[in-house]
């Protein structure tokens, strides 16, 4: 009864969650749990949809108060208390503890059904290691739903998609190692080569030259499968087999190029087995003296051209069907190899076998046969690799199994199994053949009965007619030999057969997976499969066809050398994958199979290779030119996959130790390099500055991208700003990097940026920064704050450069590519580059920041909008292009009508309507958050399609040919758009891209006021060097020390530039400097200053920090005139100019105010072209020694 009565009580707590728990959530704040699973199971299914029980306690103890009076009232308090106690629940509840046995019998059966129910962590587990786009990959939860106290997660969506995908995967066939390796290698190596070659090798190389041979066969196998065993299991095998294996080590580039040569090799491998099967099967018929056409090359085409039919045919019907065929045909090869063993010991049966050169064991014979005897035959002179590239063939069955990878339960353990133990028998066999053929036949026999009578049965080198038997001259041997011939014919086309069904399966399967890889354009339609085994019918019919070619030629000899070379190159790059991991040891290698050496896999590689050229030089060059060209081809393409390989590893480990060593180097000025710190925030804010800084550091020397957020913005959206930044960066070619720091003003983000960015000697020693035109005009603090940056910049001995154009820097509001805002009533969102922006996102030097709402973020990344979690970039799904375009849009542009933000590089996107009150919370009294949220979602989910194919773009854009890339040398412009897609003025184009035109014809002119060390005219020097700068000359202007010195002047400076070896065109000293300036400039001057002039008598220190006061006027008197008479100067010499280069005034620490010093830089560069401030270190850059 009291068991009736807890499960009615059970009943009526799961009625009552899907109605309580709504409102019940804001302690815990996670899921429900859907427990269709539980109540079959006994248990929750997801290993993670942890605080499930807690929840529903929680609901009990509001709602069902009344039923909890009741015997187990104290351990349910227990559980809840410990529920909560586990995810660090607020408050505290007094703790109840049992000492009841039917009470903790009935807590743990009732209530505590597992673990994971009183926790949000996940326990370790295989499905949480998964690959995300895997169907059995389990939730796992993310650091944000575990550190914050709020959000919560859906891992029921990935969950129920793994439960719906199961059902397409239960029905696929899956082998063990015994049928689908060992099987599958015995019937590929006893092939063709065992029953009609095995007997001609040992004829031309002799039994001791045939054994060497088949030992530097298994040799070579050995270590390769050595090295595949270690690769097979050092991770989960997908189906590709050797493609796959490959290209997860070394990367796409090799992978896709063996996995193309290996597909062929196996298409080709199908037609020699094939042609095998109809010598036989000629032969055969030519003893009842029966033929189809009267000529034997026409019957084997003939029949070749049937039996890859019904070979097709059995493929297509399923791989259940070939495996069970296979089957059969290892018994009959297994019983034919005993029929012929069985034969030897037997001897000839009568005078005819005898004449024909089976003379059954002889000592004597064994010793003739033993030396080699190479002979010219189908127009080659044998040696030793002429003979060993016929045979190699043989020994390409041992990747028979692992090219069906995809097809096996336990791939990690059946290939190593299955490959060595095979290798092992069939070498083992061929030896034991290779001497039972020598011991017991002739190289030559007549099979003339008389002549066995009279001495001349062997004797074939007088004779007018050539001998028909004999080692050399049959490829019967095994048939006559053996105790019952039609066992051997039975044997031999079992073998042929079993080999051709192999290769045909396993050339489509490796060329399925290459196809689904898209590594290699217009080949991808072969990648669909058909059926519950995803069969690849489309690549087995594009088998046919190249197993038909090749028939056609209908010779054995000719077709096996074809392909020797081509497993050669795959089987050394196996070695090589082993080695070259074993070499980097990246922290993934950790393979199971422990019997390999990185030096033996590495002598593997070397061997394979230089078996290629003894083989065949020519065939040799030309195997390794088609993997050249098919690498070069996936390099040119740049595929968008990241499989972890050790290419990967190498590089990484390569740079590492380029930087360590870089380290050690000691800076000379011969090798000083600028390297920059852009302070442009989200790189496609500001095109122009970006452009600038790349003119000076492409292909030279390092540039990274600041970006200062002011509000803290969570990871994801951290990795969603990394993630876009840098795509912009490599989708427009800039080589460059990109690094923010949040929750920071700008001042202290500057800091910040300023001190860790880099590592080593790869460290900025420039900081680049764009003019604050709206210093008159913005708050005080943050005039302030960019007077310190820079202030900061020369405390850590870095140049200081700052670039102001006519038109500002900012073209946000102007591409559709970039999040826009409108300008916030505080200031805050106004930007440092001529007032354009109200972003609210720091660069180009100015103040702003990011001003994140987070409550709002709280709320949208707990929302079904949030990103997936557990997600790497490289496998990007349609929620993270959906976050990309929304996380970034909501923070950046809360005050927006136009929130958009496009994807990297591709600023295409149409422009959206406004959607009120997005957030959630601002509806969440009247009851409307959560239609809105839904409503929001819908809209974004909108967008993030339009942002998904604009990223996609991005990729695309990499693929061009040599004539697109080319044209792009002219400056793109067909991706920006303005709002509503439109088209952007010309003038408007012009602007943003003119740092990438080629410039007419002109003069950058340098003002080098200073000695800096020579950064001012370095600068301008290295723009000038550049292609489309190259029509810009140099002019050089430079201040005299005395009047009535001025010839000497003039030629010391061209002395000294003549020693620095810098062009210039015209250079000029500046005689009259301290010339007192026109009226007209110091009313102008004046009017910058006169909101910052300030009675000296206010002691209001914050204020006086951006303030003028009279005594700093009349201190700083004459300096101020020297830069009003720059400014004439300037407006007299440069006006037209390409760009000007001035050495940027010292701001003194303490002596100059920031508003007096900003007055001073606005006075120089106010309405002139292109203007760079520039102030060295102070450390010289530039040096006349060799």
């Known amino acids: 009864m009291a068991d009736k009565t807890s499960k009615s009580h059970e009943g009526g707590r799961k009625s009552s969650w899907g109605v309580e728990m709504a409102n019940r959530r804001t302690r815990f704040q996670v899921n429900r749990v859907e427990t269709g699973a539980a109540s079959t199971n006994g248990e929750m299914d997801p290993l993670n949809e942890g605080d499930d029980v807690v929840e529903r306690y929680t609901a009990i103890g509001d709602e069902d108060s009344g039923q909890r009076k009741s015997s187990n009232a104290a351990e349910e308090m227990a559980l809840i208390n410990d529920g909560a106690g586990g995810d660090g629940a607020r408050g505290a509840s007094p703790t109840v503890v049992s000492h009841n046995h039917e009470m903790s019998t009935g807590y743990d059966t009732r209530y505590a059904k597992s673990f994971r129910h009183f926790t949000r962590e996940a326990l370790p587990r ?36 793994a ?63 050595l090295s595949m065993s270690a690769i097979s299991t050092n991770g989960e095998i997908k189906g590709g087999g ?20 290996f597909s062929l090799a196996n298409a080709v491998a199908c037609a020699m087995y094939v042609v095998g099967f109809c010598e036989a099967m000629v032969d055969l018929l030519g003893t009842f003296e029966l033929s189809i056409s009267g000529d034997k090359v026409h019957d084997i085409r003939i029949i070749g051209s049937i039996t890859i039919i019904l070979l097709l045919g059995i493929v297509v019907i399923g791989m259940e069907w070939e495996a069970k065929a296979q089957l059969v045909l290892l018994v009959v090869l297994v019983a034919a190899m005993f029929d012929f063993i069985i034969g030897t010991f037997i001897g000839p049966l009568d005078a005819e076998e005898e004449s024909k050169g089976f003379i059954g064991y002889s000592v004597k014979l064994f010793k003739e046969n033993f030396w080699s005897d190479y002979r010219y035959a189908e127009n080659v002179n044998h040696d030793f690799f002429s003979v060993f590239s016929i045979f190699f063939p043989a020994a390409t069955g041992i990747l028979a199994g692992a090219n069906i990878s995809g097809d096996l339960a336990d791939p990690q353990g059946a290939i190593p199994k299955g490959t ?98 898209e590594l290699y354009p ?76 990185m030096w033996m896999s590495l002598a593997g590689a070397i061997l394979c290779v230089l078996v290629m050229f003894m083989i065949s030089w020519w065939t040799a060059l030309l195997t390794l030119a088609v993997v050249l060209a098919l690498y070069l081809i996936v390099t040119y393409r740049k595929p968008d996959v990241n499989w972890g390989s050790t290419t990967q590893a190498q590089t990484y480990k390569n740079a590492l130790v380029s930087v360590q060593q870089l380290n050690n180097v000691e800076d000379h000025v011969k090798n000083y390099r600028p390297q920059i710190l852009v302070l442009s925030g989200m790189p496609n804010f500001r095109p122009p500055l970006i452009d600038f800084a790349y003119l000076i550091t492409k292909n030279l020397s390092l540039m990274i991208c600041g970006h200062i957020l002011k509000g803290p913005v969570p990871q994801r959206v951290h990795n969603s700003l990394a993630y876009k930044g840098q795509s912009w960066l490599r989708a427009h070619r800039v080589k460059g990097f990109y690094n923010h720091v949040d929750e920071v003003n700008f001042e202290d983000g500057a800091k910040a940026l300023l001190q860790a960015s880099g590592i080593g000697k790869l460290r900025p020693n420039i900081l680049l920064m764009g003019f604050k035109a709206d210093w008159r005009e913005c708050p005080r603090t943050d005039l302030i704050m960019y007077f310190n940056v820079m202030h900061k910049a020369l405390d850590l001995h870095m140049a200081v450069a700052i670039l102001r154009l006519r038109e500002g820097l900012d073209y946000s509001n102007e591409l559709l590519g970039a999040a826009v805002g409108k300008e916030e009533p505080n200031g805050t969102g106004v930007m440092a580059n001529g007032g354009k922006g ?126 697109e890339r080319k044209e792009e040398r002219m400056p793109r412009t067909d991706h920006l758009k303005g709002p509503g897609g439109a088209d952007l003025p010309k003038e408007l184009l012009h602007r943003i891209t003119q740092f990438q035109r080629r410039q007419r014809k002109g003069t950058i002119d340098v003002w080098w006021l200073y000695d800096d060390g020579g950064l001012t005219l370095l600068l301008p020097y290295i723009i000038s060097t550049r292609r489309n700068w190259s029509s810009c000359k140099l002019r050089v202007f430079a201040l005299a020390n005395k009047k009535d010195e001025l010839d000497f002047e003039q030629r010391s400076m061209a002395s000294l530039l003549a020693k620095f070896r810098i062009d210039y065109s015209v250079l000029k000293v500046i005689p009259d400097i301290t010339k007192k300036p026109k009226e007209e400039t110091k009313t102008f001057f004046d009017g910058l ?74 006075a120089l560069t106010q309405d002139m072209p292109p203007f760079l401030l520039v102030r060295g270190n102070q450390t010289s850059v530039l040096t006349f020694y060799s």
Request: include cysteine.
């Open 163 to 225: 439960k719906n995908n199961v059902g397409e995967s239960e029905g696929m066939v899956k082998f063990g190692w015994i049928k689908g390796v060992l099987v599958r290698c015995l019937l590929n190596i006893w092939g063709v080569m065992l029953f009609l070659r095995l007997s001609w090798v040992v004829a031309q190389a002799g039994i001791g030259e045939a054994m060497l041979l088949i030992i530097a066969t298994s040799v070579v196998t050995t270590i390769t499968a």
């Open 420 to 517: 060595l133990l095979a290798i092992v028998i069939t070498t083992v066999s061929y030896l034991l053949f290779a001497v039972m053929a020598g011991g017991t036949m002739e190289r030559d026999a007549s099979g003339i009965i008389s002549d066995l009578y009279n001495g001349t049965a062997y004797i074939c080198a007088n004779r007018t007619e050539k001998c028909e038997w004999g080692l050399h001259n049959s490829f019967q041997v095994m048939e006559l030999v053996s105790a019952f011939g039609p066992i051997i014919y039975a044997g031999c086309f079992a073998a042929t057969l079993s080999s051709a069904l192999a290769s045909l399966v396993s050339a489509p399967k490796v060329f399925q997976a290459l196809c689904k890889d």
């Open 838 to 963: 109200g972003l609210g996102v720091n660069g180009a030097g100015g103040e702003g920041g990011l001003d994140v709402d987070k409550s709002y973020l709280d709320t949208r990344t707990g929302s079904q909008c949030s990103l997936p979690r557990n997600q790497s970039f490289s496998q990007m799904s349609q929620e993270l292009y959906k976050f990309l375009s929304i996380g970034l849009r909501q923070i950046t542009t809360r005050a927006s009508s136009m929130s958009d933000v496009s994807s990297p590089g591709t600023p295409r996107l149409e422009r959206h309507k406004e959607i009120e009150d997005e957030s959630p919370s601002n509806n969440a009294e009247d009851g409307k958050g959560q239609r809105n949220e839904s409503r929001t979602c819908d809209v974004e989910e909108g967008r993030a399609e339009t942002d998904r194919e604009d990223i996609t773009e991005v990729f695309k854009n990499s693929l061009r040919g040599k004539k």
């Open 1089 to 1162: 200053i006169s909101d910052f002039v300030q009675d000296s008598n206010n002691d209001d220190d914050e204020e006086n920090s951006a303030t003028i006061t009279e005594a700093e006027l009349l201190a700083m008197k004459d300096k101020t005139n020297r830069h009003l008479r720059l400014r004439e100067l300037l407006i007299e010499n440069s006006m037209e100019a390409n760009l000007v280069v001035m050495t940027l005034p010292m701001p003194r620490k303490g002596v100059v105010s920031a508003p007096l010093y900003m007055a001073w830089l606005e």
């Open 126 to 161: 295989l499905d949480n290691y998964r690959n995300i786009m895997s169907i059995q990959a389990a939730y796992r939860p993310t650091l944000d739903e575990l550190h914050n106290e709020t959000l919560h997660g859906k891992p029921g969506t990935q969950a129920a998609n």
């Open 242 to 261: 050797t493609y796959y294996m490959i290209s997860r080590s070394l990367g796409p580039e090799f992978g896709g190029s063996i996995g193309l040569i």
């Open 522 to 597: 217009y080949i991808t339609w072969f990648a669909r499969g058909y059926g519950k085994n995803n069969e690849p019918v489309r690549g087995y019919i594009l088998t046919f066809f190249i197993a038909v070619a090749f028939i056609l030629i209908a010779e054995l000899n000719a077709i096996a050398p074809l392909i020797s070379n081509f497993f050669l190159a795959a089987y050394a790059l196996i070695n090589f994958s082993t080695f070259h991991a074993s070499l980097i040891k990246p922290i993934g290698w950790r393979p199971t199979f422990k019997f390999y050496n």
